[in-house]
């Protein structure tokens, strides 16, 4: 039996059920948000009283703030094997972040009809060549290395690991793609970083984004990291203090990033606490990580197989697969499945269309699906808790009726 990797906060808390009785929480959504690691919690509590103005204030506390939040950026950079010339920009998100390279990229964006809005949306906005996947990845890349061929794009912007499926594309082979076609590449790393180690120099990667809220830290907190060129030439992402070098009433002198891109005044306990997640992960080591995760991974994808549930794949031959797990329950909307799971037996998973409409269209999903998803600090016990409830839909189905994930249900 696999116990938590790591100790996360507020796991195992009771929780009510509809009926009244109270069971243990069970978190498999943490393809969602993570609950933070207890070394984060301790680090907040610990770096809460030094609040104080960073960057401008003169004063002990916003030196040690400051100090803090400069830190902070040292080790995101370290954590995704950042070039020493690389900028971390710290954002709000994924979505933050992919929508700041999105105002300054030079071109066209080519991109796969399998990612999550936050990697659609923002390059919708200029002009996205969107190429449909297809059901391997050598077929995948060879209709991408058709679509760069046919006219320069700037830029590739391909998921780390699918949110829906957990699959993991080849990222180095994808980063000698667009390099050859002179594009970039951005990778959306938002599911990737929380479940193996990522080399940005050593895959040759332009740019990486992501969440600290998936990464075990609390929410309001990511980053962009990668080449500096395109962001030291693009308007400023945010308007405002902090982003200048010299203002009047009719110009402004733009700093250079990351403070051209961060202006207002920073959310450093964020920061702090994303960047003590990097740390404690880097701590544990990736190779614990996906040793803990491979186990949990294997029995959740058995059980459901015993069970005639067959997660969701967009790939026959994808090398590598995260701990995400989708997969519809015939019989039951999904909606209804993951209210049974959370209402019945309090095991929270996510349902729906996982903010990636065109991916579980091609599916065959449109209906919506349930995800399970494992972190670091999942336990076995969580994942048989899991299909122990599913047993129980299946035999006794429902014993109460439900209109919404959200909570709303009736007898
Ligand atoms: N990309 C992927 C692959 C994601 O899973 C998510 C979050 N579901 C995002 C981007 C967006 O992250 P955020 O909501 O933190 O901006």
């Known amino acids: 039996d696999v116990a938590p990797l790591l100790p996360v906060v507020g796991r195992g808390q009771s929780v009510p059920l ?88 030079p071109g066209e964006v080519v991109v796969l009809d399998v990612e999550h809005h936050a990697n659609l949306l923002p390059w919708q906005r200029g002009t996205a060549r969107v190429v449909r996947a297809h059901d391997t990845v050598v077929a995948t890349e060879a209709a991408l290395a058709a679509e760069l061929g046919r006219r320069p794009a700037a830029l590739l912007a391909v998921t780390g690991a699918s949110n829906v499926t957990g699959e993991v594309p080849p990222l180095a082979r994808l980063a000698a793609l667009a390099h050859a076609h002179g594009a970039r590449i951005v990778v959306d790393a938002a599911q990737l970083v929380p479940h193996r180690g990522v080399d940005v120099a050593g895959l040759d990667l332009d740019h990486v984004a992501f969440s600290g809220h998936k990464l075990y830290a609390p929410f309001g907190a990511g980053a962009l990291v990668g080449r500096r060129d395109w962001l030291d030439a693009a308007p400023p992402h945010q308007a405002g203090g902090g982003a200048v070098r010299e203002v009047t009433t009719t110009a402004t002198a733009w700093a250079a990033s990351p403070e051209r891109h961060e202006g207002g005044t920073p959310n450093v306990l964020g920061v702090a606490a994303l960047a003590e997640a990097c740390r404690a992960l880097r701590a544990v080591g990736f190779d614990r990580v996906r040793a803990h995760e491979a186990v949990l991974h294997r029995r959740l994808v058995d059980g459901l197989r015993d069970r005639g549930l067959e997660p969701l794949r967009i790939w026959a031959d994808a090398a590598d697969v995260v701990g995400v797990v989708s997969f519809t329950v015939p019989g039951f909307a999904a909606a209804q499945v993951a209210a049974f799971l959370s209402a019945e037996h309090g095991v929270g998973v996510r349902d729906g269309r996982f903010c990636a409409h065109p991916l579980l269209a091609r599916l065959g999903a449109s209906d919506g699906a349930v995800r399970a998803s494992l972190g670091v600090g999942s336990s076995s016990a969580d994942v048989d808790r899991l299909l122990d409830a599913l047993d129980r839909l299946r035999a006794d189905g429902p014993r109460w009726t439900y209109t919404s994930a959200a909570g709303s249900c009736r007898p």
Not at 42 to 63: E, I, K, N
Not at 64 to 89: H, I, N, P, W
């Open 18 to 105: 509809v009926d009244g009785r109270s069971a243990r929480s069970v978190h498999l959504d943490n393809a969602a948000s993570a609950p933070a690691l207890q070394a984060v919690a301790d680090h907040v509590t610990a770096v809460l009283p030094s609040y104080a103005s960073v960057h401008r204030g003169a004063g002990y506390l916003s030196q040690v703030c400051t100090r803090l939040y400069e830190q902070a950026r040292t080790e995101v950079a370290r954590f995704v094997g950042a070039r020493d010339d690389d900028v971390v920009v710290f954002t709000r998100n994924t979505t933050d972040a992919l929508t700041l390279l999105s105002g300054a990229v």
